[in-house]
Structure formats: structure tokens, C-alpha cells
């Protein structure tokens, strides 16, 4: 069975970090582009952040550009963001998922994560 | 970025009816169209992808059509359990884009 398990969530001051994780297990994750989606409360889904199955290339929204990190660990299974210089509108309920395609960046996402809620507030 | 524009935004409908969401990209996308489920606090769910493939495990009352700039889910009998928000996304190009939405309340 494919599971997406994200942590990390909480509460941070604006200007703040935090650094969210996807645990997954099921599938051949080094085989797999992945995905960070996101959803402010009470929104629609955006498009935040993709990786390449070996880590060497990444792509970000430009809202999140130069603050955020996705990154992979494949030997732990294990994708992750990075979040600086948080800002209130960063504030959503944020979500890993996989790619439908073996080994294709189709951006259509077969699986995904619970969500863990990020709130940036003082 | 492509803008997705979902029509109607909110629809009331009852069990067994049959329900039509309409999705319009700003640029063609060819084919390159998936349809999500979204259930109150839940994840979305993958429905339809490359406009009119029904995903594994999706019940056939689901459909999809369409290609270039136009797109339409359909729900040929809807279920109790079909009631949730709706969200297209394309993928033709990044950024990828999703509909701001269709929810699906019960009549």
C-alpha cells in the first residue's frame, strides 16, 4: 500500500523556519519525481515545488523562490522543504505527493500525503 | 501561468443525478488535464488524468472529455460519497495550475 506521511507543521513567527517531511512507503521512490502542494484555509491548491527522482534538479514557485528547498533523501525514503523567511500568506495546510509516471515529471499526482498545517503568525 | 477557470463554482444536485463541471485553460493545453476529489479534510484524490483516463480504482460513473482549451467532468449518477469539491489541473506547462474549484452540495 502507497503511503505519504508529512510532518514538521506548527506554528512559526513570520520571518521563521520550519522544515517539513514526507516519510513514503509502497512504491520505488527513487524512481519518482515528487511534489509539494499547498492550500491556504478555506482555498484552492497551489503548485508549490517539484524534485527529479535523484535530487539534482528542483523547481519553485515563484512565490517561494529563494525561500524554500525541497530536497530528497532516497536511501531514508524521505522528501522534504525546506521553509525560510516565512511569511503570513505562506500559511496553508501543505502536501507531498507523487507523480503518476515512473520516472516522468507528468505533474499528475496519483498519491498524496495527509497535509501538515503550517501557520505563520506572531 | 495558465489560468484554469471552473464553472460553476458550487452546484446543488441530488443522488442519481447526473452532474457536468465545466474547466477552461487560458492557453490550450492539449490533453494535458487531470481532475481531483477533494472531501472536507481530506487530500485530493485523483479522478481522470490526460483529460478522459480514468484513474485506477475510480468508479466509471466518472468521466472526462475535452482537449485544447476546453474540459468537462461528468458524474453519471451521483453518489452520496461524491459529494466534495472538484479541482482540474493542468499540466502542460509549469507552473501547474488547478481550477479554483467546484463544490458539490447535496439538493
Known amino acids: 500500500e502507497v503511503q505519504l506521511v508529512e510532518s514538521g507543521g506548527g506554528l512559526v513567527q513570520p520571518g521563521g523556519s520550519l522544515r517539513l517531511s514526507c516519510a513514503v512507503s509502497?512504491?520505488?521512490?527513487?524512481?519518482?519525481?515528487m511534489y509539494w502542494v499547498r492550500q491556504a484555509p478555506g482555498e484552492g491548491l497551489v503548485w508549490v515545488s517539484r524534485?527529479?527522482?535523484?535530487?539534482?534538479?528542483?523547481n519553485y514557485a515563484d512565490s517561494v523562490k529563494g525561500r524554500f528547498t525541497i530536497s530528497r533523501d532516497n536511501a531514508k525514503n524521505t522528501l522534504y522543504l525546506q521553509m525560510n523567511s516565512l511569511r503570513a500568506e505562506d500559511t496553508a495546510v501543505y502536501y507531498c505527493?507523487?507523480?503518476?509516471?515512473?520516472?516522468?515529471?507528468?505533474?499528475?499526482?496519483?498519491?498524496w500525503g495527509q497535509g501538515t498545517l503550517v501557520t505563520v503568525s506572531s | 501561468d495558465i489560468q484554469m477557470t471552473q464553472s460553476p463554482s458550487s452546484l446543488s444536485a441530488s443522488v442519481g443525478d447526473r452532474v457536468t463541471i465545466t474547466c477552461r485553460a487560458s492557453?490550450?493545453?492539449?490533453?494535458?488535464l487531470s481532475w481531483y476529489q477533494q472531501r472536507p479534510g481530506t487530500a485530493p484524490k485523483l479522478l481522470i488524468f490526460?483529460?478522459?483516463s480514468l484513474q485506477s480504482g475510480v468508479p466509471s460513473r466518472f468521466s472526462g472529455s475535452g482537449s485544447g482549451t476546453d474540459f468537462t467532468l461528468t458524474i453519471s449518477s451521483l453518489q452520496p460519497e461524491d459529494f466534495a469539491t472538484y479541482y482540474c489541473?493542468?499540466?502542460?506547462?509549469?507552473?501547474?495550475?488547478f481550477g479554483q474549484g467546484t463544490r458539490v452540495e447535496i439538493k
Open positions: 490526460s483529460a478522459s
Open positions: 505527493a507523487k507523480d503518476l509516471a515512473l520516472s516522468d515529471n507528468g505533474a499528475e499526482f496519483d498519491y
Open positions: 509502497g512504491f520505488t521512490f527513487r524512481n519518482y519525481w
Open positions: 489541473q493542468q499540466s502542460y506547462t509549469n507552473p501547474e495550475t
Open positions: 524534485i527529479n527522482p535523484d535530487g539534482s534538479y528542483t
Open positions: 492557453q490550450s493545453i492539449r490533453s494535458d
